[in-house]
Structures are given as C-alpha cells and as structure tokens.
C-alpha cells in the first residue's frame, strides 16, 4: 500500500447545457473560480495547472484571467477522455514532488454548440489510416465493432446495454444538476431509440454537452485545515493496453475486452490495498454502454463476460449490489469527458451528494476506456 499524500480539496462547475453562450475560457475560468471558492482558497495560492491535450483554454489564459500570477507546474495530458483521472494524478506527482502547493485541474468544452465529437472529421492521428478508411470515423462507429463482437462472444443481447442506459437515466432524473433531471427512460424506449451504429442506439451513446469542471488538489496537510473535507487520493494510476489504439484496437488477440483498464486496475489495487468488494460506489466512464460492462470485468466486479448477469434486476442502480454513477453518468448528467465524474466522487466521500451511497468506504473513479486510460480511488 502506497500512503496517501494528497487530496482533493476543492470542486467547481458550471451548468451544463446544450449552448453555454459564451466562450470555453470563460466556462474554464467560471469553474476554476468555483473550486477555489469550494475550497477556501484565492488564485494567488494557485502554483499549478493541468489540463487535457483537447481542452483548448492554455493554462497562461485562464492564470492570466483569474490573476494567479506565476505558475511553477503546468501539464496536459492526452487521449481525450482517458485523461480525466490522469490529470488528477499529474497533480498529485507535481504535489508530492514539491513541483507545487495548490494544482487545479480543469476542464471547459463546448461539445454540443461547438465542435461536435460525434461529426466525422479528418484527423491528423496516424491511427486514423486503419479506421477511417473502413468507414470508423466516429467513436461510435468504432465502439459499435467491440460491441458487436462482445455480443457474439459472451451471448449478451443489446438489452444488457440498455439496462445501463436505464440506471443512469434514472439516477439523472433525480439529479437537479443533470440535463436529464425528471427524465428518466424504460427497456422499452431504449429498445425503440434510433440506430447510432449497430448494436448502439442513440440511448446507448453519451450526451453532447456544454460546460467546464474544475478541482483543487494539494496536499493532505493542508486540506485538512480547509474548509471541505478532504477527499483523500487513495490511488491514482494511468495505463495502456498492448497494441493500443486511438480510439480502439481490433489487432489485440481478443478484441471485446479493455486491456487498457486492466492495466490501471491492478495499480488501484496494488496502491490502495482494497479489493472491489471494498468498493462502496463506482463512477464509471460511460460513453457508451457496452463499455461499463467491459469495465466491471476488467476492473474485477465479475468475471469476463459475466457483466451481463451482474447488471440485471439493478445490480448497478440506487440500492444494488454496486450504485454505478448515482449522479447519472455522461449519459444522464453531462458529458465533461469524465471530470463532472471525479466531482461526484468528491461529493459521495464528503456525504452531500444529491444521491448519497451510505456507507464511508472507497469511491472508485475510470476515465474514458477504449483509448488510454486512468482510474482513482478516494476515501
């Protein structure tokens, strides 16, 4: 076991939306000003900054907006979604390092009123030439292919992907905060929603959304004498898969798993000493539903293949043997590539989460899976 040094002192955000109306500066700025507001701290006290190799915000522009004066730690990390718990851990380094004091980690998009992820464009990715040539253009295209395969593999039905879908509508539809608030779905309409891409329905596929995220981390000392209860980083790790692609490979030997997620699994782990019975709550990257199946599995929940089985009469709902995502996920609540995830894990450690998982034990964390990826755990 790894003795933690670090925390999670601070959280802020916007509203999420479908049009922001402004910038995605300002959306970083206004999320960064939350969180250090959160955490009982000023700009000043600021020494660092990490963000996503995607966020379009330099960390100079949003210092430079909210008056943080000199920086001695900046940093991003790639892989789009992949980096949500990965710039979390970029932090805690730069913290134990003494690189830095106080390192905020941000993340602002607007992913629906601006550049849609979800619209085919040409990519500059060498990784690209093997994909978009077949017609894989989209992650959703992509993704489809793992899926299907996972059917074919394991006998699951698309119905095991729409009780995903369903769990997470639900938990949104009691989340204020949630785009989905008061809207919850049934089997049945996922069942009906349009084709994305076989087997993905439009239900099975996350959110676009509008908004920033951002969180305060230093070190476990000095969270302790502000204001919030600490959220204390357990474990933190990053990780890829043998012949890792962008954003999924089809040469690995078996092709419906997420290696990549193993890999950070065994580190949370091995880290934290905890086992996933230890677990209390899980937020799980939901981009797209076959993916929290495949990431119960990696992650050790239950067996390969078995996700299916472990997921039925609400497993991963409110009051089941393991609450996934009680916020909504980015299918109910927004998609802030993962982030607004690492808040809710936040506010499940210190009780005021608006749906609260009883119990003090672990919050486990995945970021975006079929590229390179990250996990954290938080007591």
């Known amino acids: 076991m790894i003795s933690p040094t670090c925390a999670i002192a601070g959280i802020g955000a916007t509203e999420f939306s479908k049009d922001s109306g402004r910038s995605e500066l300002r959306l970083a700025v206004e999320a960064v000003r939350a969180a250090l507001d959160d955490a009982g701290l000023r700009p000043s006290d600021v020494s660092g900054l990490v963000t996503f190799g995607m966020d379009n915000n330099p960390e100079i522009a949003v210092a430079r907006e909210l008056g943080i004066g000199e920086l001695r730690f900046l940093s991003r990390i790639g892989y789009g979604g992949g980096a949500a718990c990965a710039v979390i851990q970029q932090a805690v380094l730069a913290v134990a390092a003494g690189l830095a004091d106080v390192v905020v980690c941000y ?39 793992v899926a299907q395969r996972y059917l074919h593999e394991y006998g699951a039905v698309p119905d095991d992907f729409g009780r995903v879908a369903v769990a997470m509508r639900r938990h949104a539809s009691t989340n204020p905060y949630a785009w989905f608030h008061g809207r919850p779905i049934t089997l049945d309409e996922h069942r009906a929603s349009r084709w994305i891409s076989e087997p993905l329905r439009l239900l099975d596929c996350c959110q676009e959304s509008d908004g920033a995220v951002a969180l305060v981390v230093t070190s476990l000392s000095r969270a302790r004498d502000l204001p919030q209860p600490p959220a204390v980083i357990s474990a933190a790790a990053q990780g890829s898969g043998p012949d890792q692609f962008v954003m999924t490979s089809y040469y690995r030997p078996q092709v419906a798993s997420l290696p990549e997620m193993g890999v950070v699994a065994r580190q949370l782990w091995e880290q934290s000493a905890l086992t996933p019975a230890d677990v209390r709550t899980a937020i799980l990257y939901d981009h797209f539903t076959p993916y929290v199946l495949m990431q119960l599995e990696e992650l050790g929940f239950c067996g390969r293949g078995e996700a299916r089985h472990f997921v039925a009469d609400g497993g991963i709902e409110l009051g089941g043997r393991l609450p996934v995502n009680p916020h909504g996920g980015q299918l109910g609540e927004a998609y802030i590539h993962g982030m607004n995830g690492i808040a809710e894990a936040v506010r499940q450690v210190r009780g005021t989460a608006v749906n609260q998982v009883p119990g003090d034990g672990p919050v486990l964390v995945t970021a975006g899976t079929g590229v390179p990826t990250s996990g954290l755990i938080l007591v």
């Open 107 to 145: 993340r602002a998009l607007n992913e629906r009123s601006g550049r849609r992820f979800g619209r085919a464009i040409a990519s500059p990715d060498p990784d690209s030439g093997w994909h978009h040539p077949m017609g894989l253009a989209t992650p959703a295209a992509m993704v489809a292919m």
